[in-house]
């Protein structure tokens, strides 16, 4: 249960990233909307916690499973280049290139999840 919870979540979590993304594209007031500014935390936080908590009932410890370090070094690196592209991001062009960016990290990091393999290590 956990997991299906875990994983819908990390769906809402790129899903509305993207929406960001696009309302940022497009110069929208919808980004200046209370819900818009409050749930990303609540989701990311959300998502962050229920990983952490199927870790400690898998009893998976990132320093012996590899694959739970590097997913979490994925998930670091996701959190920056999506902020870099909602908020340092000089414009457009800049824009385009972080949420290709963060994208990326978000497939290693479910990539990561399912096959429980590391890439890089
Ligand atoms: C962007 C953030 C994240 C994404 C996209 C993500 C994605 C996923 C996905 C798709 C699965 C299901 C894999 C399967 O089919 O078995 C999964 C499982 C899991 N995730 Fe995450 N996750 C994220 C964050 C985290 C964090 C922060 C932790 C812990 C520190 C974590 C720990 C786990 C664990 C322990 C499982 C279950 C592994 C198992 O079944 O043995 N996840 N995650």
Redesign the pocket.
């Known amino acids: 249960m956990?997991?299906h919870l875990?994983?819908t979540i990390?769906v809402i979590?790129?899903a509305l990233f993207t929406l960001r993304f696009i309302w940022l594209l497009l110069g929208s007031e919808n980004l200046n909307k209370k819900w818009v500014k409050i749930a990303p935390h609540i989701i990311?936080t959300l998502?962050?916690l229920?990983?952490?908590v199927?870790?400690v009932?898998?009893a998976?410890n990132?320093f012996e499973q590899l694959w739970?370090a590097e997913?979490?070094m994925?998930?670091i690196a996701?959190?920056f280049t999506g902020y870099y592209t909602l908020k340092l991001a000089r414009n457009n062009m800049f824009r385009v290139i972080g949420y290709l960016g963060a994208l990326g990290w978000?497939l290693l990091?479910?990539r990561i999840?399912?096959t429980?393999q590391t890439v890089f290590f």
């Open positions: 956990f997991k875990h994983m990390a979590s790129i990311d998502l962050l229920l990983g952490v199927m870790a009932k898998l998976i990132p739970l997913k979490i994925g998930i996701y959190i978000f990091v479910v999840a399912m429980k």
